[in-house]
């Protein structure tokens, strides 16, 4: 895992800016659990290990630690850990007439595509999420696994789907496609709780 092997100092100048941003977010929420924007985070995140901010390009990863060959998704959220990890609305066209089997095995064909574009793009070996989950007075950092996905492993979930949302799993990982978002989503539930604060 990244965070584990950062600097100690590195990882409380982390968590102290994201405590002060978690202090603020009263002004902005009256919600328990502190705010966090994506784009503080992605910048913090950037700014306290030393990697590069790629959050703004059309990329499969969020942040590069080019001396260690990793790719890096930061995700942060409040509630279930069912996430986005992927759009393909301008693909729509090429998999909207198809059944659902062969809709998200294209999908997961356009997903394995940007994750080996991004990872040949910039010399990357590995890639890895970088979660912080945000609950009442309190956040978590998590990391998981940044994985192609399984293809010739897909079977679709019928009991959970319904007709707009499509769930399956490739037997390492489960997601769920929203058609009519265009949307993928993971379900993370291999993470690896790291670090707490309050």
Known sequence: MYYEIQPKKQKEQYKDMLNIM???????????EPYLHYRVHENIFSKYFDVINNARSDD????YDLNNKIGIGLKTWVGKNDQKVAEFGKLRKT???LDD???V????EYRNTRIRVTMKMHDLNNMLYHVVKRLPGLMQI???KFEYIDIENIIVDNKRGNDNNIYFSDGINTYHFSKSKNTLYMI???????????
């Open 22 to 32: 978690g202090q603020l977010s009263r002004l902005f929420s009256e919600a328990k």
């Open 60 to 63: 499969s990863a969020d942040a």
């Open 95 to 97: 998999y909207s007439d």
């Open 101 to 103: 089997i062969e809709m």
């Open 105 to 108: 095995k294209k999908i997961a």
């Open 142 to 144: 998590y990391e998981s």
């Open 188 to 198: 993370f539930d291999d993470m690896e709780l790291l670090d707490e604060f309050s």
